[in-house]
């Protein structure tokens, strides 16, 4: 499938980050919650999680805070982050910090760790093919990034580095810090980072398929 290097312009697309509509919102929670989904899919095969989820874990595992309210108190720091850097969030930023943590920890309550290793395979690339759907919603709506990319693209605005290389470093910093805190590093981690651009970029272009069919 050929893969989409932009996002299309969509009837639920904001003019701003805070101009709300209703015709946003349900692309913008339904992809926030199957992005909080898809982490949770690969937290509970037990294979590894996405390198932020390894950090969030590791935060858990040395605090009285649930996965996902580690999730959203480490988006609450990135998000403080932001503000040196001159970068401003959306509507769209304060929901990811919300939602994703939610479902993450709704995920990780009602759903059972298999003991299948061929579920497991299907928890890590079920979880990656959820995110990258989530992904290309989220961002379709044009409401702002979440706390992790924002600091990711103000720091490539900032000091005029490569987003390549801001996003791997940022990841890889958070994932050992993750790991030695007791996170779970493991395959899951690989295939997701392998794999995650495809996934989006495959999404994205299904999305602009379905968008120009209904054009009229």
């Known amino acids: 499938m050929r893969l989409s290097h932009k996002i299309p312009v969509t009837p639920w697309r ?6 709300i509509r209703p015709r946003m919102l ?3 929670l339904v992809g ?3 992005f909080g989904f ?9 294979w590894g999680a996405t390198p932020w989820t390894v950090f969030a874990e590791g935060v858990s595992r040395h605090s009285n805070l649930s996965l996902g309210w580690s999730t959203a108190l480490i988006s609450s720091v990135v998000l403080l982050l932001w503000f040196p850097l001159r970068e401003r969030p959306g509507f769209g930023t304060i929901s990811n910090l919300i939602v994703i943590a939610y479902v993450l920890d709704l995920t990780t309550y009602a759903l059972a ?8 395979i299907l ?4 979880g990656v093919v959820v995110i990258g759907v989530g992904s290309a919603l989220y961002l379709s709506t044009n ?3 979440g706390p992790r990319d924002g600091l990711m693209t103000s720091i490539h605005r900032r000091f005029h580095v490569s987003l390549v290389y801001v996003r791997l470093t940022l990841e890889l910093i958070v994932v050992v810090i993750g790991w030695s805190m007791g996170g779970t590093l493991g395959v899951g981690t ?3 980072a392998a794999t995650i651009g495809f996934s989006i970029g495959a999404s994205l272009n299904v999305m602009e398929r379905i968008v120009r069919r209904f054009q009229p």
């Open 143 to 145: 409401l702002g990034p």
């Open 26 to 28: 349900a692309p913008l």
């Open 14 to 19: 904001a003019t701003s980050t805070w101009a």
């Open 190 to 192: 690989v295939f997701f």
């Open 38 to 46: 898809g982490e949770g899919l690969l937290v509970q095969s037990h």
């Open 113 to 120: 760790v298999p003991s299948n290793p061929g579920l497991k």
């Open 123 to 126: 928890y890590i690339v079920g």
């Open 32 to 34: 926030l919650s199957l």
